[in-house]
């Protein structure tokens, strides 16, 4: 590349004015993998979005919600970790 240019992936990657491009971007990414990293929840779970680091998740019924809820720290460690950072810190159910 010639010098003095930069390629996409370093402009939208390092530039500090696309922050908040890139975290809409990785909040977009959580609800679309949802399902790939719970494929057992496809029939139970909806994801909506993702807002200021907590993932809306609409779940099927009452008795669903508690069970997640119950497990909402395992459930957010898999995610992160599948994407080797923190993209949620909690889950706001709902139903």
């Not at 019924?61 to 119950?70: D, Q, T």
């Not at 970790?81 to 706001?92: P, Q």
Request: no cysteine; charged share 35%; net charge positive.
């Amino acid at each position: 590349m010639p010098e003095g240019f930069k390629s996409l992936k370093e402009v939208f990657s390092k530039e500090p004015g696309l922050y908040k491009v890139r975290n809409v971007v990785k909040s977009s990414d959580v609800v679309i993998d949802f399902h790939k990293i719970f494929p057992d929840l496809k029939k139970v779970a909806v994801p909506h979005k993702v807002d200021k680091m907590f993932l809306k998740l609409k779940v099927e019924n009452a008795v669903w919600r508690s069970e997640l809820k119950f497990k909402e720290r395992e459930i957010v460690e898999k995610i992160n970790n599948f994407y080797n950072e923190e993209r949620i810190k909690g889950i706001k159910f709902t139903n």
